[in-house]
């Protein structure tokens, strides 16, 4: 198995503190650690550095490189110009294969997502180790909801596989595209529904002849740039899209497995979330001097050394940059990203 640990995105809804040249995965959020290193050191606990890579970019690299020293430079998978998941993806498996890795299975971690207990993590990497080698198809995580979430897709369990070092493993009867609302809420009622929770995990051979067979425009170039050809003029070859575009059809045509999350998985994508997560684990610590007169279930973040007062006021979160403040509602979090959309519109780059 070859865990590929994904660096790609900015993070636009913990603005303003994630930002372009220091995205979210890389800021010390927890502990004093990002959720790159925790992400990164999880997996030293079962992988040597040569078996771990990271697909990023070039504004990325050498934040990566500056956190974790010990990555081999040939193990960086760099993505000529961001074309959303699908090209990026692809370009993990062409770059194995290229590598020599074509029937070696590989996973992709996400580093702003949280995997506890780690042991739990490590066993699922094991089933589909074994499951991507003798199966064959698309493998894909999910997790059994409490209610139905709107916004998210969800994956309807079929037959039971089997179970491997205890966790379950499924056919996927059925995708459900995010926004169908009624259909969402009856799939999560009768139980059989799980919340696409990521986790791909295939050889390169095999994904790269899911891509032949369902997104040609993507294979060509990638089966090019294998061949000899210049990654950055065929990368540019490649539409723009998700993984979806692919994978929903696999999800269709029956040709895909989903394991059931063994362990608990959190999200941190929004200042919320990174709330809930700090109390809940009761790692609050504050660089900085809170006066709290009257006040209850805020989230502040201020420069190191700041003092800030809040009086009369609940559910907020209030995070200072020193060059932009952002004040806003707990459960409206979810809409900062709509900030940095009206900062590029209005072309302030200095901000982004």
Same mark, same amino acid.
């Given at each position: 198995m070859k865990p590929i640990i994904i660096c790609g995105g900015v993070g636009t809804k913990m603005w303003p503190a994630s930002r372009r040249n220091c995205p979210k995965h890389f800021l010390p959020l927890i502990d004093g650690k990002s959720l790159f290193q925790i992400t990164y050191d999880s997996l030293r606990k079962k992988f040597e550095a040569k078996d771990i890579f990271v697909s990023t970019n070039a504004m990325q690299v050498n934040l990566v490189k500056e956190q974790e020293k010990d990555i081999p430079d040939d193990n960086f998978i760099l993505e000529p110009e961001m074309r959303n998941h699908g090209p990026a993806t692809g370009l993990v498996a062409a770059f194995l294969l290229k590598?020599?890795?074509? /029937?070696?299975?590989? *996973?992709? #971690?996400?580093?702003? /997502?949280?995997?506890?207990?780690?042991?739990?993590?490590?066993?699922? +990497?094991d089933a589909c180790d074994v499951l991507a080698k003798q199966d064959g198809k698309y493998i894909t995580g999910g997790i059994k909801p409490d209610y139905a979430i709107m916004? @998210? /897709? %969800?994956? @309807?369990?079929?037959? &039971? #596989?089997?179970? &491997? $070092?205890?966790?379950? =493993?499924?056919?996927?009867? &059925?995708? #459900?595209?995010?926004?169908?609302?009624? *259909?969402?809420?009856? =799939? #999560?009622?009768?139980?059989?529904?799980?919340?696409?929770?990521?986790?791909?995990? *295939?050889?390169? $051979? $095999?994904?790269?002849? *899911?891509?032949?067979?369902?997104?040609? /425009?993507? %294979?060509?170039?990638? +089966? $090019?740039? +294998?061949?000899?050809?210049d990654l950055v003029t065929e990368y540019a070859k490649m539409p723009k899209g998700p993984i979806e575009d692919v994978t929903q059809k696999v999800h269709e045509a029956g040709e895909s497995l989903v394991v059931e999350l063994p362990f608990e998985w959190t999200d941190i994508g929004t200042w919320e979330s990174i709330d809930l997560y700090l109390n809940k684990k009761k790692l609050i610590q504050k660089n900085f001097e809170e006066i709290n007169i009257e006040s209850e279930n805020n989230f502040t973040k201020m420069p190191d050394g700041k003092v800030v007062a809040v009086i009369g006021v609940k559910d907020l979160v209030v995070v200072d940059t020193g060059d932009a403040l952002l004040i806003c509602h707990k459960n409206m979090t979810g809409r900062v990203g709509e900030v940095v959309e009206k900062l590029m519109a209005e072309g302030k780059a200095e901000l982004l």
């Amino acid at each position: 198995m070859k865990p590929i640990i994904i660096c790609g995105g900015v993070g636009t809804k913990m603005w303003p503190a994630s930002r372009r040249n220091c995205p979210k995965h890389f800021l010390p959020l927890i502990d004093g650690k990002s959720l790159f290193q925790i992400t990164y050191d999880s997996l030293r606990k079962k992988f040597e550095a040569k078996d771990i890579f990271v697909s990023t970019n070039a504004m990325q690299v050498n934040l990566v490189k500056e956190q974790e020293k010990d990555i081999p430079d040939d193990n960086f998978i760099l993505e000529p110009e961001m074309r959303n998941h699908g090209p990026a993806t692809g370009l993990v498996a062409a770059f194995l294969l290229k590598k020599g890795y074509g /029937d070696e299975p590989f *996973m992709l #971690v996400q580093p702003d /997502d949280l995997r506890e207990p780690e042991e739990k993590f490590f066993e699922m +990497i094991d089933a589909c180790d074994v499951l991507a080698k003798q199966d064959g198809k698309y493998i894909t995580g999910g997790i059994k909801p409490d209610y139905a979430i709107m916004g @998210i /897709d %969800y994956l @309807i369990k079929g037959e &039971k #596989v089997e179970t &491997k $070092n205890g966790v379950n =493993v499924y056919k996927v009867a &059925k995708f #459900v595209w995010r926004g169908a609302k009624e *259909m969402v809420e009856e =799939v #999560v009622k009768d139980g059989q529904a799980l919340t696409h929770s990521n986790h791909t995990c *295939m050889t390169p $051979n $095999n994904f790269l002849e *899911m891509y032949k067979k369902y997104k040609i /425009d993507w %294979y060509e170039p990638l +089966i $090019n740039y +294998i061949n000899g050809a210049d990654l950055v003029t065929e990368y540019a070859k490649m539409p723009k899209g998700p993984i979806e575009d692919v994978t929903q059809k696999v999800h269709e045509a029956g040709e895909s497995l989903v394991v059931e999350l063994p362990f608990e998985w959190t999200d941190i994508g929004t200042w919320e979330s990174i709330d809930l997560y700090l109390n809940k684990k009761k790692l609050i610590q504050k660089n900085f001097e809170e006066i709290n007169i009257e006040s209850e279930n805020n989230f502040t973040k201020m420069p190191d050394g700041k003092v800030v007062a809040v009086i009369g006021v609940k559910d907020l979160v209030v995070v200072d940059t020193g060059d932009a403040l952002l004040i806003c509602h707990k459960n409206m979090t979810g809409r900062v990203g709509e900030v940095v959309e009206k900062l590029m519109a209005e072309g302030k780059a200095e901000l982004l």
